[in-house]
């Protein structure tokens, strides 16, 4: 659906809400639109429209709604649910997908809904759910056709015949011993042009990319990308025991997920994140940072109050005195942003910290130098003296090669801690930038003029 079509049906239902024409909603909700758009209705509405909404769409098609909707969003209408209805839905999921979600429901619906399931299916669920949610264990699909090798591809070819429908994603078959040790895959574009005398063991490949099932899923992803994969099996780590493979589509998840962390820790804002979410709600998590960011601005304001006396002299450093503490925060945060994007890449480590550092540090002295010379220009112009012009050019320079190497460091230094770097990593480096800042300008003027 474009966004335009989108905005237009937020504005039907909102109208149709208002005037309590239920019927062309549930038309809308329940067939006129793929359950993929209604999901996006449902995350486009405020919590008391939503809840309207989700009791319009009706019971066989809850579950291929769900499979769309936001994990938060998500469980909130699975917690809301009685055992009955939550076994009824859990039908419409795929393995992975329902595991996902049973992680955020209390113990004891979890338990009612695996002992509604079949064996086979139970059994897929428990084995995703022995995983955790961030790995390739718990991102895998345990849904996979594998074959043995010494059979012939006409056998495989009536194998596949007696599927009612193959796997999405499905682009290669994968090939396994007796004990379901992984020995290789036989891709489809093979079987459907090698004779079909042949064994599977003639025309399978062996050096297929395998992922385990405790590689995190950041590490999945670049695989994926780098490879041009499709699919990948995932394998146990000791024994080699194909458990179940990852495809595409949730790979593009993965991808979509981490930029959505990256976007909102920046500010730091959770994962997960509803753009409509209750008042309350959206102020908790909101207050925590916010007292964090107190907690700094008074940092700030403290070193600034010990160089009162000079700033009760010289008026002009109040006016300039954002200028340093903002030139060191934006060219600070374009080199953290530079550093933890290279971190989730995998592109930074020991062998090339050091060049990255220094890199940095003659980028911020070059522009320190240009931008200290036009705004010491500038404030010459302005205040008619030209020491406050060399004293704010100082600090100037001083600033950026403390950005330059905070920006580089404190991520390198947070992820050894084991602290998202885009969480914490932009408090702090705005704590630092603003106190070296302040520090530089105020310390210089009130050597020099006071």
Known sequence: MSEQSMLTHLQTVSDSLESGATMQIRYLLNGALPAQDVARLLESS?????KLLWELIDSENEGDVLQYLSEDIGVQFLKEMDTERLVAVSEHFESDDLADLLQHLP???VKEVLASMTAQDRTRVETLLSYSEDSAGGLMNTDTITIRPNITLDIVFRYLRRHEELPDMTDSLLVVSRSDRLLGSLPITKLLVADTDLTVRDVMETEDEVIYADTPVSEVAQLFEKMDLVSAPVVDKNTHKLLGRITIDDVVDVIRDEAEHSMLSMAGLDDDEDTFSPILKTTKRRAVWLGINLITAFTASYVIGLFQDTL?????????????????????SQVLTLVIRGIALNQIGSTNTRWLLNRELIVGLINGL???????????????????AYI???AIIINLLFAAT???????????MGIDPALAGSVILTTVTDVVGFLSFLGLATIFLI
């Open 46 to 50: 405020p919590p008391k429209e939503r």
């Open 392 to 394: 704010i050019a100082g």
């Open 406 to 416: 905070t920006g580089t460091l404190l991520p390198i230094l947070l992820k050894k």
């Open 312 to 332: 009760d002299q010289v008026v002009a450093l109040a006016i300039l005195m954002p200028i340093v503490a903002s030139m060191g925060g934006i060219a600070g």
């Open 370 to 388: 240009l931008w200290a010379t036009v705004i010491a220009a500038l404030t010459a112009l302005w205040f008619d003296n030209l020491k406050i």
């Open 107 to 109: 113990e004891t619906v």
